[in-house]
């Protein structure tokens, strides 16, 4: 999963979080013991950070893709979306963190078949969109999703494609890196 720590990034004009707080639902963040999956005890659902003035740098690094890429519509704000996109600074995969509560909001239009063409036109670059609810991840291809259960930081996505006689698969497996 991203560390959200590893990226510095700026905000797109005009962009700001706002009562957006979903991203501190979505991470961990060791900073304040907070765990993928749990509201941030800092976080003030609906208003904002409660410790915005004092949070962490592993918070004051991190904006969304929404936050810096002024071309994705107001759908894709996370607290209307239900998920926060980020781009992994090792691997350049699309990392999509889903609210738990509602796990499903990615396989919903219009983020299902954006999510669809950003993962065919990732192909040609060796990247991969990759769905997260928690720990557990998804990888979107264009003809089908993978699930490859829980992935840890540990853990590393390879691919290759193989010819078929219906024409070429991407084949998708997780490995454990030690």
């Known amino acids: 999963m991203l560390d959200p720590a590893q990226i510095v990034s700026t905000p797109a004009p005009g962009r700001a979080c706002g009562a957006c707080t979903l991203c501190c639902k979505v991470y961990d963040v060791p900073a304040v013991e907070s765990v993928a999956g749990e509201w941030c005890r800092h976080a003030k659902p609906g208003r904002g950070c409660g410790i915005h003035e004092t949070r962490p740098g592993h918070c004051r690094a991190f904006f969304c893709l929404w936050m810096t890429e002024g071309w994705l519509g107001p759908e894709w704000k996370p607290d209307k979306a239900k998920m926060v996109l980020s781009v992994d600074p090792t691997t350049r995969f699309l990392h999509v963190q889903v609210d738990p509560n509602q796990p499903t909001v990615w396989r919903r239009e219009p983020y299902y078949g954006q999510l669809k063409r950003w993962a065919a036109a990732s192909l040609a670059q060796g990247r991969h969109v ?48 030690v």
């Open 130 to 177: 990759l769905v997260f609810v928690n720990y557990s991840a998804t990888v979107v291809l264009p003809d089908r999703d993978e699930p490859l259960g829980v992935f840890l930081p540990g853990d590393r996505l390879f691919s290759r494609e193989r010819m078929t006689p219906n024409g070429v698969v991407i084949e998708v497996e997780k490995r454990t890196v």
